[in-house]
């Protein structure tokens, strides 16, 4: 859900909200649009997940990129940018993983696809398979690109997010996979410290510090006990070696 107010955009993804100011109407609503999930109103160029310089002062997320600069308060969850899609995205996903983790969640670089009532979430390297997984494995997609988890008192949940093409309501997690390219193919049970390390890897770190980081590495931690299955498909054969194995 995302609504305007003067030249501000606010924003309501995985159950954060998030304000972008923006300096007219036209690019409020381009910004609404975009994380509305109508991608072509801007460039791809969003998908971007490194900026060259960030820090932190107080609440104040402060990131430069070239003769760029830009600054979220993390406090009050406002977002000021130039009309640049990169940094706009980048800040917008500094909010949401920095919201997330003070309610016990984190971002995960997965495709998220509810299936019998839970939610299939496989994570990995860009290029793993996991957009293919989404276009092909059948079910409603939370996600293609991060994916909310949430741990609550019944659980894990995952949560859509507007990257790139999911929606709908939360449902509970139900299988984690670990894709994994460029070995033979293979699949095993996984949990504990190999676990953790991979969904570390994988994990939407978007504010410098070490409490932030321990925040989401005890989330990993815990998350890595619930175990995945790591898979290592065959070329284009990555929906059926996930369909044999989940």
């Known amino acids: ?4 107010a003067g030249h501000e955009a606010s924003l309501r993804i995985a159950g954060v909200d998030v304000h972008v ?6 690019s409020a609503e381009r910004v609404r649009r975009w994380f509305g999930g109508r991608r072509e109103t801007w460039s791809d160029a969003v998908v971007e997940r490194s900026i060259a310089e960030t820090s932190l002062r107080g609440s104040m ?48 670089h997965a495709a998220a696809i509810e299936r019998g009532g839970g939610v299939l979430v496989a994570f990995g390297q860009s290029g793993a398979g996991k957009s293919t997984l989404a276009r092909e494995l059948g079910g409603r997609v939370l996600a293609d690109e991060f994916v909310a988890l949430v ?22 997690l139900g299988r984690l996979v670990w894709l994994v390219r460029g070995e033979p193919p293979s699949v095993r049970e996984v949990r504990g410290g190999e676990l953790c390390a991979a969904l570390w890897r994988e994990v939407g770190r978007y504010v410098p510090g070490a409490d932030a980081d321990r925040r989401v590495f005890d989330l990993c931690a815990d998350l890595a ?4 299955v790591r898979v290592a498909a065959p ?3 990555v929906v059926d070696a996930v369909r044999a194995a989940a």
């Open 235 to 237: 070329e284009g054969g």
């Open 151 to 172: 741990r609550g008192r019944r659980g894990w949940r995952a949560r859509s997010t507007p990257w790139w093409r999911g929606g709908g309501p939360p449902a509970p």
């Open 1 to 4: 859900m995302s609504a305007l």
């Open 21 to 26: 100011r923006c300096r007219d109407a036209g």
């Open 61 to 108: 997320l402060h990131v430069r990129r070239g003769a760029l600069e830009a600054h979220a308060d993390l406090g009050s969850a406002r977002v000021v940018a130039p009309p640049n899609p990169s940094l706009i995205n980048f800040l917008v996903l500094a909010v949401v993983s920095a919201r997330l983790s003070e309610r016990a969640g984190l971002l995960l």
């Open 225 to 228: 006990r619930l175990g995945a």
